[in-house]
């Protein structure tokens, strides 16, 4: 038997498998020393296809059932071929995963261990949640720019890289979790085309909602329109309703104690200088307040 040991938000996921998992570039940072767990996500070897008894709810290139065990998780290699792997969220501590014998070529990347234990879901338990954003890390805490993909996020993290040394910790996703009554952002072993995919984690001071413009522009947000524009970048499985209410109840609350910016903006050095300013301020507002 194999083990291998990974931790993601600080959710420990210990994997059981017969067959040797190849750890893949992404995933080399989140490899545990400790022998712990959260989460036990065990493979178990199947003949045969097993029936899925339950209603049909997503359907693309993965499907999911509603059954009696729960939502269960049915794998293709591609959308006109036949499934591979089943799994089954048995409780929030055990994912069992069923695979087809000789089917191994699927799921013995480390990489492949994301897609399996569908990583949204397994965040969601520990409420946690996914948010499409790029994440700096400056003078020790977070800020994640978000906006749809296209608008610039990448390019206002590798400014801040440039001209202020900030550290990239993910360039297309971050996990959002509250961890000691502040809400923290984590890098996350899923990048997008970013490449960056860093084991780190911070305190957020800030979520910069990003528009192009013409001028540089901050905006505070309200709640409602801070809450709208987060949503709209979050993954939901909106087929599972305590799934959904979990991400509205968490969003609620981050919008309601993070300092949330629409911010327009140029794709050069001014962009920087421009947030600068406003970060600094309100740093100096929220220290001075915990005096």
């Excluded at 040991?5 to 750890?23: E, G, M, P, Q």
């Excluded at 192009?212 to 599972?240: C, M």
Aim: charge should be negative; proline fraction near 3%; glycine fraction near 4%.
């Amino acid at each position: 038997m194999n083990n291998y040991y990974l931790k993601i938000a600080d959710i420990k996921i210990h994997v059981k498998s017969t067959f040797k998992i190849n750890i893949s570039m992404e995933s080399e940072d989140f490899i545990s020393d400790y022998e712990d767990e959260d989460i036990l996500l065990e493979y178990k070897e199947v003949k045969e296809s097993p029936k899925m008894d339950g209603k049909l709810v997503y359907e693309n290139i993965v499907k999911f059932y509603e059954t009696k065990e729960g939502f269960v998780h049915e794998l293709y290699p591609m959308p006109d071929k036949n499934p591979y792997a089943w799994v089954t969220p048995i409780n929030k501590h055990y994912y069992e995963v069923r695979y087809l014998a000789g089917e191994e070529r699927y799921i013995d990347y480390s990489r492949n261990i994301i897609d399996i234990m569908n990583i949204e879901q397994v965040l969601n338990t520990f409420n946690a949640f996914i948010l499409h954003s790029s994440f700096i890390k400056y003078q020790d805490k977070a800020i994640l720019f978000t906006a749809p993909s296209g608008t610039g996020k990448s390019t206002q993290a590798d400014l801040w890289e440039k001209y202020e040394n900030a550290e990239i910790i993910n360039g297309d996703r971050s996990g959002i979790r509250k961890m000691d009554g502040k809400w923290t952002a984590y890098g996350l072993p899923i990048a997008g085309s970013s490449g960056i995919y860093k084991n780190k984690k911070a305190e957020i001071s800030h979520i910069i909602i990003l528009k192009q413009g013409k001028e540089n522009k901050l905006t505070k947000l309200s709640p409602r329109e801070a809450f709208i524009k987060l949503y709209s970048e979050t993954l939901v499985h909106t087929w599972d309703k305590e799934f959904q209410e979990n991400i509205i109840n968490m969003i609620t609350d981050v919008v309601q104690n993070v300092r949330i910016y629409q911010y327009e903006c140029l794709p050069d050095k001014s962009a920087v200088e421009f947030l600068k300013e406003q970060v600094i301020k309100d740093n100096e507002v929220g220290n001075n307040s915990n005096n």
